[in-house]
């Protein structure tokens, strides 16, 4: 079985049963990921977590390095991701302090940041109707579901837009009226990433405010926003731990094979630096 990763918050390694062994710097070619890499053990699974802001949330979403991170993830030998995610509601229904396991993905980030490993000599398509696993997020809904006093959403569409700053009053209204369901910065380029990488990917948002759409609730501080997610946090730790225990050994979902017909370009015409580069994501399906 390869290893679970999580990528979120700093604190998310601190889970009940996880014995922590080991912190790793890993190089790729595209760069340095966000931090060191956190190895631990939960049972008889491996877990490998990342915070994606850095110890300390020095990065701001427009600038973390997307492609390092899941790079990395898979240099590791993770097949299976989990985001944990703060987001905002769009909806009256969906509550902060609520969680959505996301199923859909709208970008408004107009591919400002570099979210594909094939951009130069070697073109793919993957196929991203469904830009989530729906067996990982399966079990993610199941494992939160169980959990006393957890109030869970089994599908919402998250609007991934810019940053670093919030909305504005007209943009909310313009999200509400396309009906999307959360709103937050980071979680489509890890999706799109994930699935060329043929690596699992799951959103377990955790909604921390209702953004400035709601009445009474004209402005979204950072104050409120920490708070909230401080206190969902926990609520985090116990989807995560419960929903690793149950993760079976085999994938029996599409993720694994994403790539297969997917790339497009000649395989004689892939330049060596490119081949050598990708083995990683493409040595299943090029020849070096």
Known sequence: MGRIGIIGGSGLYKIEGIKVVKSVKVNTPFGAPSGNFIIGNLGDKEVVFLPRHDVGHRIPPSLINYRANIYGMKKLGVERIISVSACGSLKEELRPMDFVVVDQFVDRTNYARDMSFFTRGIVAHIEFAHPVCRELSAMVYKSAKALDKVVVHNSGTYINMEGPAFSTLAESNLYRSWGMDIIGMTNFAEAKLCREAEICYSTLAAITDYDCW???????????????????????????????????????CSCQHALKYAIITERKLIPAKIKKELKLIIGKYVKQ
Do not use: D
Request: proline fraction near 5%.
């Open 214 to 252: 709601y009445p009474g609730h004209a402005s979204v501080t950072i104050e409120m926003i920490i708070k909230n997610l401080k206190n969902n946090i926990e609520n985090a730790k116990k989807i995560l731990a419960a929903a690793i225990k149950e993760m079976p050994q085999a994938r029996n």
